[in-house]
């Protein structure tokens, strides 16, 4: 059961506005309503043959500093594929300073993984950032981290061995933080998992982070990794809010390419 108190910094792993980017603020805009075609082709997720339909697709970029680029059905007008984000079949973004790309999404989950589908999204954004003499870097939440840590606990408690060779290198006071940050149960003598917890748990957690991506527990980091990218640093509590703090401890992997 749940019972963090940790109160979100506004701090962030980005250096201008953009930083809330996925702490919860807006992406770039896309228009959220429907406009009405005469004549609409059918809605392409009754397609059998994903393969086609992904090999064919067409990939849009919108935006100057914020930018999204998505894949969607070929042929699709550009300017109707602005306006109908349902539509789209993959979705990725580099923020306001120029160079993080972040949220690289399937839509359309029946047509693949994140590397699979959001591969040339991705060599697209890459392209487009170097083209102004900027390095570029991508970032991801750790989703599923600490259901990953919580699981290899509990194998450790019922037959006597990590399941997580990471866990081995930790002592016990971290091991005991970094459980109730997977977990979300205070330690004991603690009513909450708070910011003492996180600061205790910050090099254990880490260390873990690193042995999830190490072993392609993160999809993202995958589709990151496919592309040359190199993990750069894990950002402890890069995202504070709910979700990333009840799915990922708050850790945040940064690539560079």
Not at 187 to 196: E, I, K, L
Not at 235 to 245: A, N, P, R, S, V
Request: net charge negative.
């Amino acid at each position: 059961m749940w019972s963090v108190a940790f109160a979100s910094s506004g701090r962030s792993w980005l250096s201008s506005s953009a930083a809330t980017i996925i702490g919860g603020a807006a992406r770039p805009s896309l228009v959220n309503h429907y406009t009405i075609v005469k004549n609409a082709r059918p809605f392409f997720a009754s397609s059998t043959d994903h393969t086609t339909l992904l090999s064919s697709a067409d990939a849009y970029c919108v935006g100057t500093s914020n930018r999204t680029y998505f894949l969607v059905p070929a042929d699709t007008p550009q300017d109707l594929a602005e306006r109908v984000d349902k539509l789209h079949l993959a979705r990725l973004y580099v923020a306001e300073d120029g160079k993080t790309i972040f949220g690289a999404k399937v839509v359309q989950r029946t047509l693949g993984d994140v590397t699979e589908v959001c591969g040339r999204l991705l060599d697209m954004a890459i392209k487009d950032v170097k083209s102004t003499g900027t390095q570029p870097v991508a970032v991801t939440t750790l989703h599923g981290l600490c259901q990953w840590v919580e699981d290899g606990l509990c194998s450790s408690n019922s037959n006597g061995v990590d399941s997580i060779d990471a866990l081995n290198m930790l002592d016990a006071d971290t091991v005991e933080a970094v459980k109730a940050v997977a977990t979300g149960v205070p330690r004991p003598g603690h009513s909450v998992v708070g910011v003492g917890t996180y600061r205790d748990g910050e090099k254990g957690w880490k260390t873990l982070a690193n042995a999830f991506i190490d072993i392609g527990m993160s999809s993202e980091s995958e589709l990151y990794k496919s592309r040359g990218g190199e993990l750069e640093e894990i950002i402890h509590l890069g995202d504070d809010t709910k979700e990333g703090l009840t799915s990922a401890g708050g850790a945040v992997a940064k690539f560079k390419f």
